[in-house]
């Protein structure tokens, strides 16, 4: 097998950031330091074998890395898995407490209207029974009877002239 040399420029020192990781992979950000370019006989230098001792140690680090990083993805989902329990339960608390004092409102709204209705009804019958004894009329009176007769005709007396 042949090896193939590819040369793009100046080689450069490049570095890897993990950026993030998800359980079935992590993600790696490239970027190139001006700074710290190496010249090329710094380069030529390492080995093959040294940079392969080099990769895998980065490449061991790297998995280190992400381990952990999953370890702590997996801690923190935990954690915030709990607080939403409590979270819920709490809400459900204030939710239960809410709808017990809304029955206990409904219950004193109902019994205040039916003792405002039962007062009403009591003065309704009171007012009724007292105007009632108050306004019972007098014993009918026998109205006069009057009794128009025709006056007989008698003769007058007779008028007698004064002397």
């Given at each position: 097998?042949?090896?193939?040399?590819?040369?793009?420029?100046?080689p450069?020192?490049?570095?890897?950031?993990?950026?993030?990781?998800?359980?079935?992979?992590?993600?790696?950000?490239?970027?190139?330091?001006?700074?710290?370019?190496?010249?090329?006989?710094?380069?030529?230098?390492?080995?093959?074998n040294?940079?392969?001792?080099?990769l895998?140690?980065?490449?061991?680090?790297?998995?280190s890395?992400?381990?952990s990083?999953?370890?702590?993805?997996?801690?923190?989902?935990?954690?915030?898995?709990?607080?939403?329990?409590?979270?819920?339960?709490?809400?459900?608390?204030?939710?239960?407490?809410?709808?017990?004092?809304?029955?206990?409102?409904?219950?004193?709204?109902?019994?205040?209207?039916?003792?405002?209705?039962?007062?009403?009804?009591?003065?309704?019958?009171?007012?009724?029974?007292?105007?009632?004894s108050?306004?019972?009329?007098?014993?009918?009176?026998?109205?006069?009877?009057?009794?128009?007769?025709?006056?007989?005709?008698?003769?007058?007396?007779?008028?007698?002239?004064?002397?």
């Open positions: 097998m042949q090896e193939q040399n590819i040369t793009a420029g100046e450069k020192r490049s570095t890897f950031k993990v950026v993030g990781g998800t359980d079935s992979g992590i993600s790696i950000s490239y970027e190139n330091d001006p700074e710290t370019n190496l010249s090329e006989a710094q380069m030529s230098d390492m080995t093959r040294e940079l392969q001792a080099h895998k140690a980065s490449k061991s680090e790297v998995e890395v992400a381990s990083m999953r370890t702590e993805m997996a801690n923190f989902r935990t954690s915030y898995t709990e607080s939403f329990k409590d979270i819920s339960i709490s809400l459900n608390n204030i939710s239960a407490k809410s709808d017990a004092t809304e029955k206990r409102l409904t219950q004193a709204q109902w019994i205040i209207s039916l003792v405002i209705s039962v007062c009403a009804v009591m003065l309704s019958i009171v007012i009724f029974f007292s105007n009632k108050a306004n019972k009329p007098a014993p009918p009176q026998q109205p006069n009877v009057v009794v128009n007769t025709i006056p007989q005709t008698s003769t007058p007396p007779a008028i007698t002239p004064e002397k």
